[in-house]
C-alpha cells in the first residue's frame, strides 16, 4: 500500500479554483483536504490537524485572517499560506503576524505555492503524472467560461467574479497562458 502524502487544507469559496488547485496539489504528493469557508475549514482541522494550509482570504463565515488565528491555535506547527486575489500591504502584514509562513496574490502557480511553503522538500512530484495547468491559465480559463455563461457580458460576469470590469476586460484580452 502506498504511503499517503502530507496533508494539506484548501480553503477556498471558488469550487472551480478550489478543485483545480486541489488536483494539481493532489499530483505534487499532498493529501488535498477542500474547504469551501471558514467555518468547513475549522472543523477539517479540528477533525484532524493538517501540516499545510492554504487559505484564501475573503470567504463566506469568515476572512482567512481569522482562520489564520484559528489554525494557529490549535496547532502551532500548521504551515500556513494565504493565498488571495485582493492583495494589501496592510493584510500581508496581519496575517504574517498571525502566523501565516507566506502571503501571495492570485494568481500564482503551483511552484510558487510549493516555494512559499519552503520549496521542493514538502512534496515530491510525481513523474507519472501529466504536467498540471498553471495557475494563470486555470484563472484564464475559469474568467472565459463566466464570461460565456454570461453569453460575453462583461459587466455581468464581473459582478459575478467580484472584480472590476476593466479588470475582467483586461484578463480575458491576454493570449491564452501555457501550461
Not at 74 to 87: E, F, S
Not at 159 to 170: A, C, D, M, T, W
Request: net charge negative; aromatic share 4%; with cysteine.
Amino acid at each position: 500500500m502506498a504511503e499517503a502524502g502530507p496533508t494539506l487544507l484548501l480553503a477556498d469559496d471558488d469550487a472551480v479554483f478550489r478543485s483545480r488547485l486541489g488536483a494539481a496539489l493532489g499530483s505534487r504528493g499532498f493529501v488535498v483536504l477542500p474547504a469551501a469557508d471558514v467555518t468547513e475549514a475549522l472543523a477539517i482541522a479540528r477533525n484532524d490537524s493538517p501540516e499545510f494550509a492554504l487559505v484564501d482570504l475573503r470567504m463566506p463565515g469568515g476572512t482567512g485572517l481569522d482562520l489564520v488565528r484559528e489554525l494557529r491555535a490549535l496547532d502551532p506547527a500548521t504551515a500556513i499560506v494565504v493565498l488571495t486575489g485582493y492583495g494589501s500591504i496592510a493584510t500581508a502584514l496581519e496575517a504574517v503576524r498571525l502566523g501565516a509562513r507566506h502571503y501571495l496574490t492570485k494568481p500564482a502557480d503551483v511552484d510558487e505555492i510549493l516555494a512559499a511553503f519552503g520549496g521542493d522538500s514538502v512534496a515530491v512530484e510525481r513523474k507519472d503524472q501529466p504536467g498540471t495547468p498553471s495557475l494563470d491559465l486555470v484563472e484564464w480559463e475559469h474568467l472565459n467560461r463566466v464570461l460565456t455563461d454570461c453569453g460575453g457580458n462583461l459587466s455581468e460576469a464581473s459582478r459575478r467574479l467580484g472584480i472590476h470590469r476593466r479588470s475582467l476586460q483586461r484578463k480575458v484580452a491576454r493570449h491564452r497562458p501555457s501550461r
